[in-house]
């Protein structure tokens, strides 16, 4: 089969057939934007970083036993309006609306973690009963943060309002102006879960509604396995500990839509590229291989 122009900025190198946007199941919608971060800039080239990092990956997971990229997997190139974190977010939520009312399971390529506001306010709409689950060093439950309420900073926040349940993983790094937005029930700090005994995935999926989007901010994981990000903080989540919770949640819970946001590429190093890279591929095959 005819394989696509290496020019064509898509995910995956596969045959053409499985990329198109009409029998795609999957769309990956790429957000380079960067505009409200606030440590090291570059998130903005996440999302291109990624893409390229996936032309390395093999098509089989060897994990799940599977191809899910027959399924289709579409790369969109989306004319987003990034001139401020408003438009921003508006624009996202656009797009996201456009492919979910399509029937596609949408996936964000960030981009800083802004960027995920737009896409739960579309998945929300459409799942009135929808949680929220966030992997991340940080809450990101403030009102605003620099004047702006679609800060970095505020996403989950702008999530609760939504009326959203959300249930945050691997959390480190809280300022006290957050305390009072915090749902301690919901939230499981990385200094009880990491390296403990896994029954804690047990009791995320217990505070998880049956729909869910995802969100995963990759400073969520340690930084010994993923440095390039905007504002890395040290004792996250092993990648095994990662993918083990979203096994167990793509299981007994229905995905919704999802994210993968916060990659900083560094030039001499795409460790942090191909893992981010082959996080969206895992994703995309556990929600394959538990089909709900």
């Not at 971060?37 to 093999?58: H, M, N, R, W, Y």
């Not at 300022?175 to 995320?204: L, R, S």
């Not at 990759?218 to 083990?244: F, I, K, M, N, Q």
Request: hydrophobic letters at 40%; charged letters at 25%.
């Amino acid at each position: 089969m005819k394989k696509m122009p290496k020019e064509t900025s898509y995910f995956l190198d596969m045959d053409e057939e499985f990329a198109q946007e009409a029998t795609a199941k999957y769309v990956l919608i790429p957000v380079p934007y960067d505009g409200t971060s606030t440590f090291v800039k570059g998130a903005d080239k996440g999302p291109q970083a990624i893409i390229e990092a996936s032309d390395s990956l093999e098509l089989y997971d060897t994990m799940c036993g599977m191809e899910a990229y027959t399924a289709g997997i579409y790369t969109d190139t989306p004319q987003l309006d990034l001139s401020s974190p408003d438009t921003m977010v508006q624009s996202v939520y656009e797009r996201a609306c456009h492919f979910m009312d399509k029937g596609k399971m949408v996936g964000l390529l960030g981009g800083e973690h802004s960027v995920s506001v737009g896409a739960i306010q579309a998945a929300k709409e459409r799942h009135p009963n929808l949680s929220v689950l966030q992997i991340d060093a940080h809450a990101d439950l403030r009102d605003e943060y620099h004047h702006s309420p679609y800060n970095h900073a505020c996403v989950m926040r702008r999530a609760q309002e939504m009326g959203a349940n959300v249930v945050q993983v691997g959390i480190r790094n809280v300022c006290i102006e957050e305390k009072p937005n915090i749902v301690e029930d919901n939230t499981f700090y990385a200094h009880h879960i990491v390296g403990a005994n896994p029954e804690w995935m047990d009791q995320v999926c217990d505070r998880l509604t049956d729909e869910v989007y995802l969100t995963i901010d990759l400073d969520g994981l340690d930084p010994s396995v993923l440095p390039a990000t905007g504002t890395p903080l040290p004792g996250g989540l092993s990648w095994y500990e990662l993918v083990r919770l979203l096994d167990k949640v793509a299981k007994n819970r229905r995905i919704v839509g999802f994210d993968v946001v916060e990659l900083c590429p560094q030039p001499d190093n795409v460790v942090s590229d191909v893992l981010a890279a082959t996080l969206v591929y895992r994703i995309i095959t556990l929600l394959e291989m538990y089909k709900r």
